[in-house]
């Protein structure tokens, strides 16, 4: 595994920064991309070998230096995990076309520019994809007319990405974390939020950063060598309730 290089976005902090972490203690050597440069130095520095590369995976011209630089250190690519994301939430009458353009720059168009960047070193050898949706993609929800719809998105890209590339022996598989007890949640999930949603996971809590960059590197790994165009919700269960009552749980 110590020849093989993994490219996670959106990896100077959280389910990013977590996966980058697993992977590097799996031997793999790992290039941390975000537009953060001064929290990506710091993450960067906690994984000895460790490329980091500011980039806005927005941004076509950034992303094209930042795969150029990937190729001059690394000369592979193994793996590619599309986790950078931006969360805004608002209802439609509120959303403008601005603030949707916002979220579908980082949330769809991200993972568009950077899985096509990426091909010419990932069909090279084979290697694996993994995107990062939300449990918004899969249930709909209020507040996030934005959000939900990109990462709905980035769901059937991903199945997309399976269908074309199976052939030159790349597998795409999408990771939708329910949630999760990153920073962001601790600071915008209100008490009665979060009570909620311990109500109506059957796992009955939040899960972790770590919980989630299990699935991810479980689906870039060889353990998973025939898993293309799959869908894992890591949400404790979540999904599976639907709208059932959790007052009707025995």
């Not at 996966?19 to 000895?48: K, S, W, Y």
């Not at 199976?166 to 962001?184: D, F």
């Not at 989630?212 to 404790?236: K, Y």
Request: overall charge negative; aromatic content about 4%; charged content about 20%.
């Amino acid at each position: 595994m110590k020849d093989t290089v993994t490219l996670i976005t959106g990896a100077a902090r959280g389910i990013g920064l977590a996966t980058a972490t697993l992977f590097h203690a799996e031997g793999r050597r790992v290039v941390l991309l975000d537009r953060d440069a001064e929290e990506l130095a710091t993450a960067a520095a906690t994984l000895p070998g460790a490329l980091s590369v500011t980039c806005d995976v927005s941004i076509p011209k950034q992303v094209a230096q930042a795969l150029t630089e990937v190729e001059q250190s690394c000369g592979r690519l193994d793996i590619l995990v599309n986790n950078a994301g931006v969360a805004d939430f608002g209802p439609l009458a509120e959303t403008d076309f601005a603030r949707w353009r916002r979220v579908m720059d980082t949330n769809l168009d991200g993972v568009f520019l950077m899985s096509q960047a990426c091909l010419p070193l990932l069909s090279a050898r084979g290697g694996a994809i993994v995107n990062i949706a939300s449990i918004s993609g899969l249930r709909a929800s209020t507040l996030r007319i934005a959000y939900g719809t990109s990462k709905a998105a980035v769901i059937h890209l991903t199945k997309q990405q399976a269908a074309e590339l199976g052939e030159v022996g790349i597998r795409a598989n999408c990771v939708c974390p329910g949630p999760v007890n990153t920073k962001l949640a601790l600071a915008v999930h209100s008490p009665e939020i979060r009570a909620a949603y311990h109500d109506a996971i059957p796992l009955n809590r939040y899960g972790t950063e770590r919980e989630i960059a299990e699935v991810i590197c479980f689906l870039a790994s060889e353990r998973a060598s025939f898993v293309t165009g799959q869908v894992v919700a890591s949400d404790g269960g979540f999904d599976s309730t639907g709208v059932g009552l959790p007052a009707l749980r025995t």
